[in-house]
């Protein structure tokens, strides 16, 4: 289920992690992030890790692309209503 984003997030300057193609109809998550392995050469035969961002109530899911909620929500993306994310939205 979704909803609009909390209009209480825009002020704040809070960031929001939506699955891309971001327009109407994605969905706005609460970030989080997830340490993945690159594409990049191992370093002294060690492989290489980053944090990526990804949505709160799907940490092993897609990578997702943080915005500001105040562009999210003007480019159409509603909130996700999982308890990890934002349930009272």
Not at 2 to 15: E, M, Q
Not at 45 to 65: I, N
Request: aromatic content about 6%; overall charge positive; hydrophobic content about 40%.
């Amino acid at each position: 289920m979704t909803r609009p984003i909390p209009p209480k997030l825009f002020p704040t300057g809070a960031s929001v992690a939506v699955v891309l193609p971001l327009g109407p109809g994605a969905i706005a998550h609460k970030p989080a992030a997830d340490k993945r392995k690159t594409t990049k050469r191992p370093w002294r035969g060690e492989a290489v890790y980053q944090d990526v961002a990804v949505a709160a109530c799907d940490p092993k899911g897609p990578q997702a692309a943080e915005f500001s909620a105040a562009w999210a929500d003007h480019q159409g993306a509603l909130a996700c209503t999982e308890p990890a994310c934002f349930p009272n939205a």
